[in-house]
């Protein structure tokens, strides 16, 4: 069983990168990816513990772009870890992240939350901080009752503790994982609170900037999205893409591997020419 998009504490998943792949072998993954915000640092640590457990990692990152005014998220896949244009690109998007967590931090505490981004950064560590961090500072102070209310009330586009940013450019995201040799996957494309229209308009513009797949199947999507999407991706000939986008074991509704299969009809991810999982222990060769 595939799950290609998942998240550990290197980013705002809860579990360490080692826990995280110890519990996708016991949930019966075979082949897991590790796709954290706008970083690939638990790769290493993760590919080791995926050796021990006897599972596939594949090199993996979510990647933050700015598309109109809107953010959309772009899975990169089996790529070499090491390409400096990747690299490079991921850096620059990891200090936009430090930078926008200062101005929520400011922000929350002109609306009373104190050390907001302290708090924030240490519940991060040394992974990279994001708004789950900051709703779950939220949730410590009392001021929201959980990660939802805090999203909606205080974090997302339009409220008092949400920051406009910059992220990469759709070309610009999708040229950096081809340069390491990776695919590009359109993630969750039902997630974008979005028109029917908009939703054309990105899908077009994902293909039209040289993206290779969709996320088809996630941990939330119905049959019927199931069905509306790969339909899409039949008629731009893409290849369909699987995950749970799991965070934390907290969330019970959803588990690592719990993906409902990707429709027959496309041409799964993993049968593309250049996929392949990660080889541990040599880092120069190819991821
Ligand atoms: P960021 O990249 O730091 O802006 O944060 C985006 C992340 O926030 C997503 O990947 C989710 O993990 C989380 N997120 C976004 N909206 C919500 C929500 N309404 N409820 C819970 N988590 C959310
Ligand atoms: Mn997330
Ligand atoms: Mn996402
Ligand atoms: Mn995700």
Known sequence: MHDLHSHSARSDGYLLPADLVAQAAEQG??????????????LVEASESAQHAGIELVAGVEISVTWGNCTLHIVGLAFDRMNDTLVQGLADLQAIRAKRAESIGAKLAKLGVENAHERAQALAGDGQIGRVHFARVLIEAGVCRDMQHAFKHYLKPGRNGFVRVNWAGLEQAIDWIHAAGGLAVLAHPLGYHFSANWRRKM????????GDAMEICTGTTTTDDISRMGRVAAAYGLYGSLGSDFHSPE??????????PLPSYLTPIWQAPSFSPMTPGCPHSRQ
């Open 29 to 42: 993954v075979i082949t897991l990816a590790l796709t954290d915000h706008d970083t690939i640092d638990g």
């Open 203 to 210: 899908v077009a513009a994902f293909v039209e900037a040289g």
């Open 251 to 260: 969330q019970h509704w959803l588990a690592l591997g719990r993906v409902a």
